[in-house]
Structures are given as structure tokens and as C-alpha cells.
């Protein structure tokens, strides 16, 4: 069984930076494509990033690109979520996930594993 474990979330003013983090334990985290999702209250799940297995393929959600920066460290299990330039509206959860497909998914039902969450919320 694959636990993931956000952290780095906080409240943060508009145009401020903030890392998450997500450490992955229970299984082959450097076989596992690896997605950061967010979440309002009320609202659907959305898509924010994602890395394939070896970091080879990165993708964006149109309303984050040039702000945040998706990484991973295999040897630590980890991978990292920069956002920078923060805006009210990237209030939200954000979960990370891991699939086993080993791809950078936008799509949710294609994630195996999911953390808890961690909570942003900026301030304008």
C-alpha cells in the first residue's frame, strides 16, 4: 500500500511563493507518475500538474503555467510543487497523487493513490 503525505500548505498574500511537498512510502516511487490536483469547497477536483516516472514529461494547467514548477526526487521519494506569484484564486486543497501507470495524467480516474491534502490559502 502507496501512503502519500503533503506539506507546505499555509496561508500566504498574493504574489507570494510557497513549496508542497509529498513524500511517498509503501512502494516504487520512482515507477509511479506523480500529479498535483486541487480542490475548492463546493467545486470539482481539478487538475494542476504533472510529472511522468523519470520527470521526462511535465504538464500544466493553463492557469498555472510560468507560475509553478512541478519537480521530483526520485531518491527521496518526494516530489514538489513552486508556486510562485500566488493569486486569491489558487485558494485550495491540494492533493497529490501517484499512478501506476508511471504517466503524467490529467485525468483523475487514471491516479491510484492519494494523499490527504494540505490547505493554500492566499490573501489578496
Known amino acids: 500500500q502507496v501512503q502519500l503525505v503533503e506539506s507546505g500548505g499555509g496561508l500566504v498574500q498574493a504574489g507570494g511563493s510557497l513549496r508542497l511537498s509529498c513524500v511517498a512510502s509503501g512502494g516504487t516511487f520512482s515507477s509511479y507518475g506523480m500529479g498535483w490536483f486541487r480542490q475548492v469547497a463546493g467545486k470539482k477536483r481539478e487538475f494542476v500538474t504533472a510529472v511522468s516516472w523519470g520527470g521526462g514529461h511535465i504538464d500544466y494547467v493553463d492557469s498555472v503555467k510560468g507560475r509553478f514548477t512541478i519537480s521530483r526526487d526520485n531518491a527521496k521519494n518526494t516530489v514538489y510543487l513552486q508556486m510562485s506569484s500566488l493569486k486569491p484564486e489558487d485558494t485550495a486543497v491540494y492533493y497529490c497523487?501517484?499512478?501506476?501507470?508511471?504517466?503524467?495524467?490529467?485525468?483523475?480516474?487514471?491516479?491510484?493513490?492519494w494523499g490527504q491534502g494540505t490547505q493554500v490559502t492566499v490573501s489578496s
Open positions: 497523487a501517484a499512478s501506476l501507470r508511471g504517466s503524467a495524467s490529467q485525468t483523475e480516474s487514471d491516479y491510484d493513490y
